[in-house]
């Protein structure tokens, strides 16, 4: 690993430690009056002597430095300690031919609501502390569980796993028929090139579709997925670089990244009919207080801004996670995109998809967390990198080489 490539994969790994020290200073100052506690910028033992809810969020913020904190000592010694790091089979030895191990991939769906239901879950109670008076009020951690704060927030919490579920199920036909996908038979010669991809990641073959977008996309789940290519794809790209797109979102299914990212679009989609049922009822009570029928007609175009305007400001907490989560999942898909195919064809197919000049439909950037080419690039509550950090990552390698691999024969 060249020094630059050690830094493009440790200033990620340091934005988050950043993160996550943030957080637990945080959480150290709502609930002792705004007092920092400059130990917690390591990773140091929670104070046991506070109550349990305390402790249990902080050890949890603390594993996660634990965490960060390991991976930078691992790209560390991949760059100066490169024999050590391939003895603790962080990487491959010098000299040495690693084959790449990719049936062994995987990660869990389950986090992803758990961490949305909590954080809508800490924006409510966190309000009504403020409300209650905030740093000069009662501790944070002290907040009664039969408080308001708690009540709502559980049930919003509830409603948004619920509805998740319920959007998981039936993402796949709302996709497919906003795209209008051209399913293919398993005999044709795209389907057979996908499904040979498929088992060299040790996944089922998904269904094949196609359709007439300059895009591709991957939707269901891992056990029900569906893998689409746009056909201008098929003449616009090479056979390896269309291995790389195809690698790319197969990477997405044998990562669960499509069930994750389509929960948490139904979460936060119910988060703002949340609001707009909020809009619809204020919005009635003043139209009849004040018998203005006006209110009544701008009702279509007020709870769609509102709908907006929450996931951006009251659940802003969620809405950052999915984005977040929705740009580091890319980085994974092209590593498995280089993997399958080669890390030039990866970047040549982001290179030459990105070129295009025409916009993204609208089908596009309503499912832009699931399209290859993403709408707006690098902003904050964008759903992918930039290309520019895209092909950095690739020509670096810094997530090609935390694929698994085994020695070979």
Same mark, same amino acid.
């Given at each position: ?132 008076? /905030? ?106 670089? $269309? ?6 979102? $197969? /990477? ?14 139904? &979460? ?56 977040? $989560?929705?740009?580091?999942?890319? &980085? ?78």
């Amino acid at each position: 690993m060249t020094l630059g490539a050690f830094l493009d994969n440790v200033k990620p790994l340091a934005a988050r430690y950043l993160t996550a020290t943030a957080l637990r200073l945080g959480w150290y100052a709502i609930n002792s009056g705004l007092r920092l506690y400059p130990s917690v910028v390591l990773p140091l033992p929670p104070h046991l002597d506070w109550p349990g809810l305390f402790v249990l969020v902080d050890l949890g913020l603390t594993i996660w430095q634990v965490v960060l904190l390991f991976k930078v000592v691992k790209a560390a010694l991949i760059r100066y300690q490169p024999d050590t790091a391939a003895t603790l089979h962080l990487t491959t030895a010098p000299g040495e031919t690693r084959e790449r191990d990719l049936t062994s991939l995987g990660r869990t769906v389950v986090s992803t609501p758990l961490v949305l239901a909590g954080t809508v879950l800490f924006t409510c109670v966190f309000m009504q502390w403020l409300i209650m008076g /905030g740093p000069l009020g009662v501790p944070f951690v002290l907040m009664p569980l039969d408080s308001p704060g708690w009540l709502i927030g559980g049930l919003l919490a509830v409603a948004g796993l619920v509805y998740g579920n319920r959007f998981t199920a039936r993402a796949k036909a709302r996709v497919g028929n906003s795209f209008g996908v051209e399913y293919l038979q398993a005999n044709h010669p795209l389907a057979q090139r996908i499904a040979g991809h498929a088992a060299t990641l040790g996944i089922k073959p998904p269904a094949v579709g196609v359709v007439n977008v300059t895009n591709a996309f991957a939707m269901g789940t891992r056990k029900d997925a569906a893998v689409v290519i746009g056909k201008p794809l098929l003449n616009l790209l090479s056979p390896q670089e $269309l291995d790389a797109v195809i690698g790319h979102e $197969l /990477g997405h299914v044998v990562y669960n990244d499509v069930e994750r990212m389509q929960f948490a679009e139904g &979460f936060q989609t119910m988060m703002g009919h949340v609001a707009n049922f909020g809009t619809v009822i204020a919005t009635t009570v003043v139209a009849q207080a004040t018998k203005d029928k006006r209110y009544g007609r701008d009702v279509t175009e007020v709870t769609g801004a509102m709908g907006t305007a929450a996931r951006h400001t009251l659940f802003a907490g969620s809405e950052l996670m999915v984005k977040g $989560l929705s740009r580091a999942r890319e &980085f994974k898909a092209d590593a498995i995109g280089a993997s399958i195919a080669s890390p030039e064809a990866m970047i040549g197919a982001l290179e030459r998809v990105h070129g295009i000049p025409a916009k993204p439909t609208g089908a596009e950037n309503r499912y832009g967390y699931l399209m290859f080419r993403g709408g707006k690039m690098g902003a904050l509550f964008s759903t992918h990198p930039t290309l520019k950090r895209r092909t950095d990552a690739l020509r670096s390698g810094a997530h090609l080489k935390t694929l698994p691999g085994k020695k070979a024969a």
